[in-house]
């Protein structure tokens, strides 16, 4: 019933608010009188009044209309329409005195009641709205018997819009009861009625007088470190912790109720606030033909998506692949005919194939992200690195220098740091040959090195999220291991700044904050499973590190253009002792020739006679 309601009083909103105010015109005009004569029978309702009162209500009528009150433009009670009210009321009380002064013989009301009426006129026409704003909203609020007792901690921005969005829908699943923030100055603060009871210390307290159940962590910009602090909290309150996604995630910056969700382990482990200097990467990026390699990976994917953002001429997504093509065109476009020709269907090992694609397109920005990651299959295959990772490598490079590319930027790893393993000695090898078209190309040319990604394919996380969802058991290599874990999105946002404030030849190396205990991570999924998960630890494997360093040890921690950006010059490496690589050889043979590369001897250029040519 109390739905159908509002919903009569929604269609029938135009024609009431105007039938309203001009009715409350004509009563505030004989009130305003009346008050001048202190309600005196004989003044109360003077010959022309009713003259003066419609010159009046038509100036209101046009002005409202004019001002697009009666047009269905504004929020009921919205500042905007508060605005409007006020300016189409003094419009009404300017028709009404001139009005009063044009009617022959003595003033019909004393020349102060236009004035009063306009101010009566606003208090009465305002207070309708809110009144009619309060009657909508508690009718949208979700029932008390259905919905949980929600806390909020953070009193900001991200609050308020939390919790306009539940308490403006009747099949919420959270009914908001309170809010926790560690600012004093919030104290007595309300937020939609919704009163600020604590802080953080008094979550406890808090979550049995209101009979709470759960927690909304109610910071978009909230990163990992208080995610986790704010996590033990809530456990200990025993209450089902909830998040709001980082503000990158968020559509056009708004919180809806479809982005209050649970707390997963990127929260935890990777989410920080990231400050892009958006002219600079503009600049690079705005009109400019961008090929990104690797498209449909993890990585590729996501650069890909948020390329898009920055106005790109043409963003050409080139992959061997063609399921992950498909993939990656649905996630940009939101389509997936696979018609259009930003999406080329290659293999960086075809140099041909890739010198006529360059040669066709000319794109202006490459990101050359494709290459093979998983580190134990390519310790069982050095081959295949040396093909994908080092001379694929050289085939975009040598495409991209031979077609103009005005900028080139090498996705790395950390594993590229002090490397002991294929992947990390084919990917060195790849940021010295960068470093090497640097000097020759006439573009800028340079590497980005960064760890983990939080959800990509092979991460740890999927396969230990895979593992719970078998039942077990979870496999971690050693208790003691550690890696650096940032979120794709993070990570990206960094790469694209890097291409934007890097200088050639350099490797940047993203701050990934602090390393992550991976037994950690192990225990933290086993716990939240639904049933009793066992951890067994396989020990490490060939080429694995116990802990992986971003810098090498010969490496300077510069961060002169961004503060989660480290600058560090790299030695080049001729191409001919690259291509001069094996990767047919035995695999100890390979991997002995490919740890030679990634040292650069004083005299490593010396050896070959200078040329342009890659």
């Known amino acids: ?57 038509l100036g209101l009528v046009g002005s409202g209309f004019v001002l697009h009150l009666y047009r269905g433009r504004h929020k009921i009670g919205a500042f905007d329409e508060v605005a409007g ?61 259905a919905a949980e007792p929600l806390l909020l901690f953070g009193a900001g921005e991200g609050a308020e819009q939390a919790i306009v969005a539940m308490l403006r829908n009747p099949d919420s699943t959270y009914l908001p009861v309170g809010l926790l923030d560690d600012m004093p100055r919030k104290r007595l ?35 990992a470190a208080l995610v986790r602090e704010i996590s033990a909290l809530a456990e200990a309150a ?32 990777g989410r920080r606030q990231i400050e892009l200097d958006l ?36 963003l050409i997504m080139l992959d061997r692949d063609e399921s992950a093509l498909h993939a990656v065109q649905l996630m940009v476009t939101g389509r997936a005919l696979l018609d259009d020709d930003d999406l080329v269907l290659a293999d960086i090992r075809d140099t041909e194939r890739l010198q006529f694609i360059f040669q066709t397109r000319r794109p202006q920005v490459v990101f050359h992200a494709a290459a093979l990651k998983h580190l134990t299959l390519l310790e069982r295959n050095p081959g295949e690195a040396v093909k994908s990772n080092v001379w694929g490598t050289l085939s975009v490079l040598e495409a991209a220098r031979e077609s103009g590319v005005e900028r080139f930027v090498n996705i790395s ?9 294929v992947l990390g000695y084919s990917k060195r090898i790849a940021e010295r040959l960068t470093a090497h078209a640097a000097q020759q190309a006439e573009g800028l040319y340079l590497s980005v090195r960064f760890g983990n990604v939080l ?24 208790r003691e291991v550690t890696r650096y874990f940032m979120t794709i999105q993070e990570a990206v946002q960094l790469v694209i700044q890097a291409g934007a404030v890097g200088s050639g030849g350099e490797v940047l190396v993203l701050d990934m904050g602090d390393p992550v205990r991976i037994d950690d991570v192990a225990r933290r999924l086993a716990d939240d499973a639904p049933h009793a998960i066992d951890i067994v630890y396989t020990g490490l494997r060939p080429g694995e590190k116990l802990h992986e360093d971003l810098l090498a040890a010969d490496e300077v921690d510069e961060r002169p253009s961004h503060p989660l950006i480290s600058q560090v010059p790299v030695p080049p490496l001729h191409p001919v002792d690259a291509w001069a690589l094996d990767a047919w050889a035995e695999p100890q043979a390979a991997i002995s020739a490919m740890r030679s590369l990634t040292q650069a001897p004083a005299d490593v250029e010396s050896a070959h006679q200078p040329n342009t040519q890659l």
Not at 114 to 142: F, H, K, N, Q, T
Not at 197 to 203: E, S, V, Y
Not at 455 to 478: C, D, K
Request: glycine fraction near 10%; include cysteine; charged fraction near 15%.
């Open 85 to 145: 009210i006020a300016s189409a009321m003094a419009v009404a009380a300017l028709a009404s005195e001139a009005a009063n002064l044009a009617l022959p013989g003595e003033l019909v009301v004393p020349r102060s009641a236009p004035v009063l009426a306009g101010l009566l006129g606003l208090l009465g026409s305002v207070g309708a709205r809110y009144a009619w704003r309060v009657l909508v909203e508690r009718g949208l609020r979700p029932s008390v018997d």
């Open 455 to 478: 959800g990509s394919r092979g991460s740890v996380l999927t396969a230990f999220t895979a593992q719970v969802e078998a039942g077990g058991p979870i496999t971690v290599t050693h």
């Open 189 to 223: 603060l309300r937020l939609r009625g919704v009163p600020v009871l604590g802080t953080r210390q008094d979550l406890a307290t808090v979550a049995k007088a209101t009979s709470a159940k759960a927690l909304l962590l109610a910071i978009p910009s909230a990163n």
């Open 238 to 269: 025993s209450l089902h912790l909830l998040v709001l996604p980082p503000v990158s995630e968020l559509i056009d910056g708004r919180i809806g109720l479809d982005d209050i969700r649970e707390l997963n382990l990127s929260d935890l482990l």
């Open 1 to 57: 019933m109390q739905q159908r309601t509002l919903a009569v009083l929604r269609r029938a909103r135009l024609p009431l608010q105007l039938g309203f105010d001009i009715s409350w015109w004509f009563a505030a005009i004989w009130l305003a009188n009346g008050i001048r004569y202190d309600f005196a029978p004989g003044h109360l309702m003077p010959p022309g009044i009713t003259v003066v009162a419609t010159l009046g209500a």
């Open 413 to 421: 790893t950390d594993k590229a740091a002090d490397p002991a393993s």
């Open 279 to 314: 002219s600079s990467i503009a600049g690079y990026l705005t009109g400019k033909r961008v090929l990104v390699t690797g498209a449909g990976g993890s990585i590729g994917s996501e650069l890909c998506r948020q390329l898009v953002r920055f106005h790109p001429a043409e």
